[in-house]
């Protein structure tokens, strides 16, 4: 349960919505999460599919330095 004020920020852009949040809202209204993402440039199921790099490549940059520093950072 959130409080009328969360509410109020959240309408008003003043704090972002978490990924969990967005989760249990969707959980509540018996959407998929994906469903508030519908519509918006970039996300549909070819240009995701197609953006994937190769999954050896993947791997390559998850165990390179650049990709070990992603992983820290997040």
């Known amino acids: 349960m959130i ?5 109020q920020k959240y309408e008003n852009a003043r704090n972002r919505v ?6 249990e ?4 209204l018996g ?7 519908e519509g918006l440039l ?14 050896d490549e ?3 940059f998850i165990t390179g330095a650049e990709g070990r520093r992603l992983i820290e950072g997040l």
């Open 25 to 28: 809202i969707g959980r509540v």
């Open 31 to 37: 959407v998929p999460v994906s469903r508030f993402f």
């Open 42 to 55: 970039g996300n549909n199921e070819t240009s995701f599919e197609a953006s994937l790099l190769p999954v």
């Open 18 to 23: 978490s990924a969990s949040m967005l989760y």
């Open 3 to 7: 409080s009328f004020q969360q509410l």
């Open 58 to 60: 993947r791997i390559d």
